[in-house]
């Protein structure tokens, strides 16, 4: 029997250390990154024991059945996951360089309000360019589509962030301003000028409070001490429109939802002084290695992501 090369053995030790390292970081559990390895606990124990026996570092802190990544363990796992991100869809990319984009799936996650005016254009010439890929759109949350992102279920999300998390990057392609939107005939449709204040005797009409929307207006309230109510809480754009035409109350909603049949139903104010833009753009899971399709799709939505420091890189991931 051939004896196995000292030298190979070693690489083929630290590849399987990495893998199960990896595993343990993303799932938070020695358990499970037995199961998703489908390897017993001990295994998996044995090989993360020796990873940092051989790199003379601590890298969990074990609470309970808990693992939290040490300092010395986020600086591995951050060069570590890309590499193996990157041989764990070797073949499939291969395949994929082999046939261009001829073929291979795209899955984005995206909010409805993301999905319905924002998304269009970009899935419409995706679709053109790349008619033999498979694009899946998840209509989810903001909170769901971090979690798709993070477990890898999808490759990216499109949409609009105020706090962008540590382990996620996130580049804006388009700013919407603020708009106040009443009926025709409210008494603010032609106030000018239009102040903060003039707004507090109304009710408004917002999505519900668990959303940026509502945060953000509660914000600037809040900010500047004055005072509001919200006559009705209601999930989507199209929704909040009808009812604020109804007379039901008034909104502040982001220009990306407003068009030119609103104008004919709804009277249309800019509030840009007194609420910040909203963006829309890109998130990506850091070091998440992107494949072919999910490259190309973003290089559609804006080209000068790519190539850009502060942006996602031109090779396999972002930073």
């Known amino acids: 029997m051939a ?6 053995y070693y690489k083929g030790s630290r590849l399987k250390q990495l893998r199960a390292f990896c595993h343990a970081a993303r799932l938070g559990s020695v358990t499970r990154a037995a199961e998703a390895l489908f390897l017993s606990q001990p295994a998996v124990s044995l090989q993360l024991g020796a990873l940092e026996s051989e790199l003379g570092v601590k890298l969990f802190d074990r609470r309970g059945r808990r693992l939290n990544l040490t300092h010395e ?30 073929a291979g799936e795209l899955n984005i996650a995206a909010g409805s309000s993301t999905i319905l005016y924002f998304l269009p254009p970009f899935v419409e010439a995706f679709r053109a360019a ?20 993070r477990s890898d279920e999808v ?11 540590t382990d996620l990057d996130y580049a804006p392609v ?33 999505p519900p409070s668990r959303l940026t929307t509502y945060r953000l207006v509660d914000l600037v309230f809040q900010q500047r001490r004055v005072p509001y109510t919200v006559a009705l ?29 609103d104008h004919e139903r709804l009277a249309v104010r800019n509030l840009r002084a007194y609420f910040p833009p909203r963006s829309y753009g890109v998130v990506i899971r850091k ?17 000068s992501l790519f190539g850009r420091r502060d942006g996602f890189d031109t090779g396999h991931s972002e930073r």
């Not at 004896?3 to 190979?8: C, D, L, V």
């Not at 591995?76 to 984009?101: T, V």
């Not at 070091?287 to 080209?303: E, H, I, N």
């Open 155 to 165: 490759d990216l999300a499109v949409g609009s962030m105020l706090d962008v998390p």
């Open 3 to 8: 004896k196995t090369s000292p030298r190979f």
């Open 287 to 303: 070091g998440k290695y992107l494949s072919p399709q999910a490259r190309a799709f973003v290089d559609l939505v804006k080209p």
């Open 73 to 102: 363990g986020e600086e591995l796992y951050e060069l570590a996951r890309p590499l193996m991100d990157g041989l764990d869809s070797l073949e499939s990319d291969f395949r994929d360089r082999l046939r261009g984009l001829s």
């Open 174 to 206: 388009r700013s919407f301003d603020p708009m106040l939107i009443t009926p025709h005939d409210h008494p603010l449709a032609a106030r000018h000028p239009l102040t903060l204040e003039d707004l507090s005797p109304y009710g408004l009409i917002l």
């Open 130 to 149: 790349y008619p033999e890929v498979q694009l899946k759109l998840h209509n989810v949350t903001g909170k769901d589509g971090l979690a798709l992102i």
């Open 233 to 261: 809480e209601v999930g989507g754009w199209e929704i909040i429109k009808q009812y604020v035409a109804m007379g039901l109350g008034i909104s502040i909603v982001t220009g990306i939802c407003i068009t030119d049949a």
